[in-house]
């Protein structure tokens, strides 16, 4: 049972313009989410997080939307830059320290 | 050093052999995991250590699995008898009580190939 889905495998953005990222969740009751970034031959690093308490974190050119109501929480990036350009994780937290992951959309920033 | 170092980077195994592969978490970090990573997905736990107890490895995917803290800083996952489906790449990662939920510090993972 997949509990975080991304949907979309991959999105291609010109520099300066927004990404936006989706991902949609089931089972939810209190929920902390987070995004994470990975580059090539690197491990995943933490970005931005949301509690299920609040409907937008915001952390310079990042911010997280969670829509409750629809499942479905989202990643603002504005204006995208190339080192931007990698693929982005959303998980749940799930009992007290597991995470689980979304498949995972690649980004892609064009100059 | 500074992050979680893992090793080997890149493992070939033959079917049916024994890996060990190694973490180093951030010094003073109590919890550390273990996730795999098939090719094309996210990472999916496999067990989780808060300094030298196992807390929770609901996640290995059989018994051929195994992984240890006996310290409560370097971890050892073993793979018995390899299997090709378990090529995957291993991830460990770590992190501090005081850190936000969630919040964990990776590795650059093992890639294990099983031919």
């Known amino acids: 049972d997949q509990q975080v889905k991304q949907n979309s495998p991959s999105l291609s953005v010109q520099e300066g313009r927004i990404s936006i990222l989706n991902c949609d969740y089931t089972n939810s009751m209190f929920d902390y989410f987070l995004w994470y970034k990975k580059y090539p031959a690197e491990g995943p690093t933490f970005l931005i997080s949301?509690?299920?308490?609040?409907d937008k974190n915001e952390d310079g050119r990042f911010t997280v939307f969670l829509n409750k109501s629809a499942k479905h929480l989202s990643l603002h990036i504005v204006p995208s830059q190339p080192g931007d350009s990698a693929v982005y994780f959303c998980?749940?937290?799930?009992?007290?320290?597991?995470?689980?992951f979304g498949q995972g959309t690649r980004l892609t920033i064009n100059p | 050093g500074a992050g979680v170092s893992q090793s080997p980077r890149y493992k070939v195994a033959k079917r049916g052999q024994d890996v060990a592969l190694r973490c180093d978490p951030i010094?003073?970090?109590?919890?550390l995991f273990w996730y795999q990573q098939a090719l094309g997905q996210g990472p999916e736990f496999l067990t989780y250590?808060?300094?030298?107890?196992?807390?929770?490895k609901s996640g290995l995917p059989s018994d051929r699995f195994f992984a240890e803290r006996p310290e409560g800083s370097v971890s050892t996952l073993k793979i018995q008898r390899t299997q090709q489906e378990d090529s995957a790449v291993y991830l460990c990662a770590s992190s501090y009580l005081a850190g936000g939920p969630g919040e964990l510090f990776f590795g650059e993972g093992s890639r294990l190939t099983v031919l």
């Open positions: 998980a749940r937290i799930q009992g007290a320290q597991k995470l689980v």
């Open positions: 949301i509690s299920s308490i609040k």
């Open positions: 010094s003073g970090h109590v919890s």
């Open positions: 250590f808060q300094n030298e107890a196992q807390l929770d």
